[in-house]
């Protein structure tokens, strides 16, 4: 900065130096300030600011004085030369105002240099004053930048400052968030995409749990089959044409390693990132996505309210909010009646889901009879509490299980085995898969399945995915490979070149996807699966709730 003020001093020295009519002492103290004798030269200056003695050479004296003291750091001497000059129109007024700038700032009098640089008209020094704007801004909190932007947001300098410091953080507050959204919203358009190749980067975390090497990973984890279904998924767009490039990441579940990773331009340069899927690692994605504009996806988790407020960041699976909205508009299709009771289990999504359930069912006009968490030893007390016991006629309408875990499931299923009720109970699809259910064999056809991107099972496409996938891996495909290269299918459909590899343009074309392994999805304005029907089973197969 100090050499930018001794050009700047330099090219109006051209124009202020005739030496002819001048006193003598301004010259001499020109000469001082030219000799980088700053001390001097402030002491010389001085006399000359007196306008009744010297009129309009007064003016050039306060901005020599104010160059000699801001070269001297003495920011506030500056202040006192310029301030007296501020507001008159003289024929270097703007050079003034970018001179007093600099001092505000120097003297951490950032609003006050701020509100002094709007008012300068010359394009080529407002842009100078951009340029100091962001140079001492830079270093300015977040909070400062953030809560004056609407005041300031005209000046490049500040706008690219704050999106600088918002940049270098992990976390970004709900307000920063907007912010950041602001600015971008006003600045041009993001550039097209580089190709026409389809960039996925996967980040999972294989060796977080006690291993040591991706090689020790268990074929049978949920991790590996995830991330089976999604390269199988991709093999499957570059069969049918598609130009799909995946990078791996093993996150290592350590943020340390993951803020590493984040920085690999591999990564920055992604059309979208899959997990990874542990909580404190997807928050950290998720504010790097939003960051860099990059959609971030997580494959697995139904707990969506920590990306309700981001823009880039998605889960694949209906959010608890989905989920109970779902449930709520098939109990009123079915008219079975108002009385519910809801059981849960100990897992966060269940119980989040349970509480928020109630909630719902009460405002839209149904009467909570119970809610419950349950486990393996208490599920058939709960539904025996419901009157759903031999002999006995239910005190509800209807029963609601939230429970993924097959402990629960045997114990609800086998008292139903073991007693004649019609009753319905709704439960999670998950509970399609457990193998000692057979739900056709009980006498009447009370469960009911809660969508969670269910797999479409005698779909034609499902039947060939499971016969490739069985010549390549000698083994049937689990729920977590399905969801895994379904998750492919969804951003191969929505991610691409037709929409500027734009995820979200893509997903707003329409409502309602039909799916090709699971029943579909609608992502419209949503940034979670909201197509979340009731299932029931005639025939063997799944057929929506109407």
């Known amino acids: 900065m100090r050499n930018l003020l001794i050009i700047l001093f330099l090219f109006f020295f051209g124009h202020y130096s005739i030496a002819q009519g001048l006193p003598q002492e301004y010259l001499n103290a020109k000469n001082i300030l030219l000799a980088k004798d700053y001390w001097g030269a402030i002491n010389a200056f001085k006399p000359l600011t ?65 509100r002094v640089i709007k008012g300068i008209k010359n394009e080529s020094i407002q842009s100078k004053a951009y340029n100091a704007t962001f140079e001492y801004l830079s270093k300015a909190t977040a909070s400062y930048l953030v809560a004056n932007l609407d005041e300031f947001k005209t000046n490049e300098g500040y706008t690219a400052a704050l999106a600088a410091v918002l940049q270098k953080q992990t976390i970004m507050s709900a307000s920063e968030i907007a912010a950041l959204k602001q600015i971008k919203s006003s600045s041009p358009a993001k550039n097209q995409p580089k190709d026409d190749i389809l960039d996925l980067v996967v980040i999972l975390p294989f060796t977080g749990s006690g291993t040591s090497s991706v090689s020790q990973v268990n074929p049978s984890d949920f991790i590996f089959e995830l991330y089976q279904g999604i390269a199988f998924g991709v093999d499957q767009l570059r069969s049918e044409g598609k130009k799909v490039k995946m ?43 939003e960051k860099e504009e990059i959609p971030f996806i997580h494959p697995l988790s139904n707990l969506g309210e920590r990306f309700e407020e981001t823009e880039f960041s998605y889960l694949f699976r209906p959010s608890v909010i989905s989920l109970s909205a779902g449930i709520i508009s098939s109990l009123k299709s079915q008219k079975w009646g108002n009385r519910v009771a809801i059981g849960y289990s100990g897992s966060s999504r269940d119980e989040k889901l349970g509480l928020l359930l109630s909630e719902d069912l009460q405002k839209a006009g149904f009467q909570v009879a119970k809610v419950q968490k349950i486990d393996p030893r208490n599920a058939s007390t709960f539904l025996q509490g419901m009157g759903v016991s031999r002999g006995n006629s239910p005190s509800v309408d209807q029963i ?4 993924d875990d097959p402990a629960i499931g045997q114990s609800v299923f086998s008292l139903m085995e ?14 399609l898969g457990f193998n000692f259910a057979n739900f056709e064999m009980l006498e ?15 779909s034609e496409y499902m039947t060939s995915f499971r016969k490739q996938y069985y010549e390549q891996y000698l083994a049937y495909p689990m729920m977590n490979t399905v969801l895994g290269a379904e998750l492919v299918n969804w951003l191969g459909a929505n991610v691409t070149s037709s929409y500027s590899f734009d995820l979200r343009r893509g997903l707003n074309q329409q409502a309602f996807q039909q799916g090709k392994l699971t029943w579909g999805y609608n992502f419209q304005n949503s940034n979670n699966n909201s197509y979340t029907p009731v299932f029931k089973l005639e025939a063997g197969e799944l057929i929506p709730l109407q």
């Open 400 to 403: 609601i299980i939230l429970a």
């Open 247 to 289: 990078i791996t990441f093993d996150s290592k579940r350590n943020l340390d390693h993951l803020t590493n990773l984040l920085n690999d331009p591999e990564i920055k340069s992604a059309d979208a990132i899959i997990g990874p899927i542990y909580p404190e690692e997807s928050e950290f994605v998720s504010a790097f996505a």
């Open 50 to 114: 007196d306008s009744e003695k010297y009129g309009n050479l007064a003016n050039y004296a306060a901005f020599h004085l104010a160059e000699a003291a801001l070269a001297a750091n003495q920011p506030a001497q500056a202040i006192s030369a310029l301030q007296p000059m501020y507001g008159k129109n003289w024929s270097k007024s703007d050079e003034a105002k970018y001179l007093l700038a600099v001092a505000y700032f120097q003297n951490n009098q950032n609003s006050e240099a701020l």
């Open 444 to 458: 009447f056809p009370n469960f009911y399945f809660i969508s969670n991107n269910t797999p479409k099972f005698d």
């Open 418 to 431: 073991s007693i004649t009720t019609s009753v319905p109970v709704l439960v999670m699809d998950s509970w």
